[in-house]
Structure formats: C-alpha cells, structure tokens
Nanobody, 121 residues
Framework: QVQLVESGGGLVQPGGSLTLSCAASGSIFSINVMGWYRQAPGTRRELVATILPDSSTNYADFVKGRFTISRDNAKNTVYLQMNSLKPEDTAVYVC???????????????WGQGTQVTVSS
C-alpha cells in the first residue's frame, strides 16, 4: 500500500501564490507518473498537471503560465507551485501517483485525500 498526503492548501487572495506538496510513503518500489487534479463542489474532477520521473510535464490549458509542477524522486514528493491565483482556482486539490511496491507488482493508481485551496478576497 502507498499513501499520499497533501499539504500546503489554504486561503489566498486573488493574484496570490501557494505551493502544494504531496509526499508518498509506505511500500514503494517505484513511482511513475505523478499529478495533481482538482474538484470544486458540483463539478467534475479535472486534471491540473502531470509529471514523469524524467521531469517531463503536461499542463491543463487553464493553468499554463501560472502553475508549475515539479518532483523530487529521492523524496517521493511532487509539488505544485501556483501563481496568479484566480477565484475559479478554488477547489480541493488531490495528488495522484502510479506506483508499485515490487518489480513484479502491477502498477496501481493512488490518490491522496486532498487539500483545500480557496482563492477569495
């Protein structure tokens, strides 16, 4: 089992910045793609950004130029630096990771419990 724990959420004014962290722990042999998703009440979950072990990244159009995803493979941690935040960025941000505990195990998708980000004046 792999556990993902997010941190860094909070209340920020429009135009402000916030950095989220997500640390993976437990039985970990390898982690492939890691990413951030978000979901506001009454809306569908949407992908924010993903990152591969080689640091190759992909971003949703609505965050390009504002958010930066990064990872520290040695620490099994992924980050999301959020700048120029807008009220519509308000959501629960959830960390994800594809991981396996041994080389013979299949890859599994894991999810954190989420951290609330509220952008409001």
């Amino acid at each position: 089992q792999v556990q993902l724990v997010e941190s860094g959420g909070g209340l920020v004014q429009p135009g402000g910045s916030l950095t989220l962290s997500c640390a993976a722990s437990g039985s970990i042999f390898s982690i492939n793609v890691m990413g951030w998703y978000r979901q506001a009440p009454g809306t569908r979950r949407e992908l924010v950004a993903t990152i591969l072990p080689d640091s190759s990244t992909n971003y949703a159009d609505f965050v390009k130029g504002r958010f930066t995803i990064s990872r520290d493979n040695a620490k099994n941690t992924v980050y999301l630096q959020m700048n120029s935040l807008k009220p519509e960025d308000t959501a629960v941000y959830v960390c994800s990771a594809d991981a396996r505990s041994t080389w013979w195990d299949s890859w599994r998708g894991y999810w954190g419990q989420g951290t609330q980000v509220t952008v409001s004046s």
